[in-house]
């Protein structure tokens, strides 16, 4: 309760995180935590003022960063090894006598192409044909070019080893000409930059896994934000309505609410360890994913048919309670359908109600950020959530027009491989 006692963290770092959360700044403050266990762990402070009912509210999150540090740590890491591999690689030198097309390689080069001196016969077309045939149209115009054009060349590429390995080399080459401007010789260099080439693919692996694992997080706080003020508004009716009229069902409405709220700040907690954990999707089946939500709507009748499973996470969930939500407070609908089917590698979900529809002059504006319309458009934060987290998983979800009642909706995911 009294945070300047709080033992879990240095005296230095609570000097730090008391300035940065009373200096009305967003900014945040990273610091390092001991846990009741005994581990430390990375964290993060942010701290945020605003005015709420003529009162100046103050909100602090504290956040679990030590993966993200981890993969920073692991970035910072990989750009060291670049730099050690630039330093320590060794460079081949060849020459190629262009009037008797003989070629001449340094001991280094026969060593990068893992070549022995008397299995190779030292020409220009034997070169050539060590090169990885889907680079080879573009290293001899390459070479062709600097010819023409009487200027060097600086080329990378792939090679064929004798046992079949690839590698990367960067290969460079300037040529002597004669007075009457005919080549005679070449000279070039050649540096093997496989290991390089690995770093800088491994580097961008990260930096997509750290940009998806952040659009992630991102999400899930606009989720948490979002089913938390469903909750906490249908919590305030029903406190009103008791407070008037005294109906002791609205008390098993605020139980209920309630409970759904710790489920939520409990499955946002498991969201967070699958993001820090795994980096990939899992496999999830619709229709049982399905048959865990809709009991919390009694007042709605299902109509499911199919079933197929895709790659996605925990944040599924929310997609179709936000669907389902907003067919009952926006649409007034009492009967939803449902029907999930596989087309090649596709998951295609076909989402109806019977309530009141979308009007057209709508339907291209529901999935925008902060759009809502009508009395009961809330702060117009659900379709959009529902929208952002159906294109984390690289899928799509669209409105269907048709003749009937209701809202339509077409969801494609992509299809599990088991399934």
């Known amino acids: 309760q009294n945070y300047e006692k709080a033992d879990f963290i240095n005296l230095e770092d609570k000097k730090r995180i008391m300035l940065s959360i009373t200096s009305y700044s967003d900014d945040p403050c990273d610091i390092i935590a001991k846990r009741e266990d005994g581990k430390r762990i990375d964290v993060e402070f942010r701290g945020k003022f605003f005015h709420y009912k003529n009162r100046l509210i103050q909100v602090v999150s504290i956040k679990d960063i030590t993966e993200r540090k981890k993969a920073e740590q692991a970035l910072i890491d990989s750009e060291k090894h670049l730099k050690l591999s ?6 081949g030198h060849w020459e190629l006598d262009l009037l008797r097309n003989v070629l001449i390689w340094s001991d280094e080069v026969y060593r990068i192409f893992n070549i022995d001196h008397k299995d190779f016969n030292a020409t220009y077309e034997d070169f050539i044909n060590s090169v990885h045939p889907d680079d080879r149209q573009k290293v001899e115009k390459a070479y062709s070019d600097s010819l023409i054009n009487k200027t060097p060349y600086k080329i990378e590429h792939r090679i064929l080893t004798k046992s079949g390995d690839i590698k990367y080399v960067l290969e460079q080459c300037s040529t002597d000409f004669d ?3 005919k080549p005679l010789k070449s000279f070039g260099t050649v540096l093997d930059i496989t290991e390089r080439k690995k770093i800088e693919q491994d580097l961008i692996k990260s930096e997509e896994k750290l940009k998806i694992e952040k659009e992630r997080l991102k999400m899930l706080n606009k989720i948490i934000r979002h089913d938390l003020s469903n909750d906490f508004i249908a919590i305030n009716s029903a406190v009103n309505i008791y407070k008037s009229t005294a109906n002791k069902s609205m008390l098993d409405e605020i139980i209920n609410r309630v409970s759904q709220s710790l489920a939520t700040i409990k499955n946002y907690r498991k969201y967070e360890t699958f993001l820090g954990s795994n980096q990939n999707l899992v496999i999830i089946d619709i229709k049982q994913l ?4 809709i009991p919390k709507f009694s007042q709605i009748n299902f109509n499911i048919t199919g ?6 996470d925990d944040a599924l969930r929310s997609v179709f309670s936000n669907l389902i939500s907003n067919s009952i407070h926006h649409g007034k609908s009492n009967e939803i359908t449902i029907n999930i089917s596989s087309n090649n590698n596709i998951c295609e ?10 009007p057209d002059k709508i339907k291209n504006k529901i999935f925008d950020e902060g759009f809502h319309y009508g009395k009961s458009g809330n702060t117009g934060i659900g379709l959009f959530i529902v929208e952002k987290t159906i294109s984390l998983y690289k899928g799509s979800i669209s409105v269907i027009d048709n003749q009937t009642e209701g809202a339509h909706f077409l969801i494609k995911l992509n299809k599990a ?3």
Do not use: M, R
């Not at 630039?86 to 460079?91: M, R, S, V």
């Not at 079933?307 to 996605?312: D, E, L, M, P, S």
């Open 290 to 293: 399905l048959e865990t939500i």
């Open 86 to 91: 630039q330093k320590t690689a060794h460079l």
């Open 307 to 312: 079933n197929c499973k895709v790659y996605a």
């Open 349 to 358: 979900i076909e989402y109806s109600d019977n309530g009141t529809g979308i």
């Open 417 to 419: 491989i088991s399934s």
């Open 179 to 181: 007075e009457e401007g």
